[in-house]
């Protein structure tokens, strides 16, 4: 099983600052990762998916980078809709999918 | 629009047995392998299961295995999630999702609303 390890787990951000975001993988994932951004009391939305691809209707503000084992979503300006907490998900290997813990973007 | 509703969340006692329904809308249902993914009160995500789109093949976390069915009715569009031999730790939101490219290599997207399951005495 391929374990999901993101940093942080808590993000304290002004409005209108960047957020970068990390997720490792206990193994190479050759970018079949996802990332999902779920506010309280929601559903995930997808957010990227190919390690770089924004999905249909995701602003440009969000970016996502990375090969290999190691991910990153950007955030470049963050807006007050933006805080929420975020997954990243390997679909390389499976079964299991396997995602990782979150990381919270709060308001600093 | 796409659009997934599950259903049949409920409280159950821990060894009981409960049902969750998925309805499908706004695509073709068939062509599409489907999920189904659960999050604890205040904790991440967890696949759960995955089913193809004909129904042939299906996959399950181990910790399900043995004690969870998925199954689909195209005819319906409708997923559904056996669950029996319930216990305290499958508590969650179960929230249906669909495979987006169709197939196994894939993310999910997009995700139903989710179902509370809590298993308690």
């Known amino acids: 099983e391929i374990v999901m390890t993101q940093s942080p787990a808590t993000l304290s951000v002004s409005p209108g600052e960047r957020a970068t975001l990390s997720c490792r993988a206990s193994?190479?994932?050759?970018?079949?990762l996802a990332w999902y951004q779920q506010k309280p009391g929601q559903a995930p939305r997808l957010l990227i998916y190919g390690a770089s691809t924004r999905a249909t209707g995701i602003p440009a503000r969000f970016s996502g980078s990375g090969s290999g084992t190691e991910y990153a979503l950007t955030i470049s300006s963050l807006q007050s809709e933006d805080f929420a907490v975020y997954y990243c998900?390997?679909?390389?290997?499976?079964?299991?999918?396997?995602f990782g813990q979150g990381t919270k973007v709060e308001i600093k | 629009e796409v659009q997934l509703l599950e259903s049949g969340g409920g409280l159950v006692q821990p060894g009981g047995s409960l049902r969750l329904s998925c309805a499908a809308s706004?695509?073709?249902?068939?062509?599409?392998?489907m999920s189904w993914v659960r999050q604890a009160p205040g904790k991440g995500l967890e696949w759960v299961s995955g089913?193809?789109?004909?129904?042939?093949?299906?996959y399950y976390a181990d910790s399900v295995k043995g004690r969870f069915t998925i199954s689909r009715d195209n005819s319906k569009n409708t997923l559904y999630l056996q669950m029996n031999s319930l216990r305290a730790e499958d508590t969650a939101v179960y929230y249906c999702?669909?495979?987006?490219?169709?197939?196994?290599?894939?993310?999910?997207?997009?995700w139903g609303l989710g179902t509370l399951v809590t298993v308690s005495s």
């Open positions: 999702a669909r495979y987006a490219s169709g197939t196994y290599y894939s993310y999910f997207d997009p």
């Open positions: 089913i193809s789109g004909s129904g042939v093949s299906a």
């Open positions: 193994q190479s994932v050759s970018s079949n």
């Open positions: 706004g695509f073709i249902f068939t062509n599409y392998a």
């Open positions: 998900q390997q679909y390389n290997n499976w079964p299991p999918y396997t």
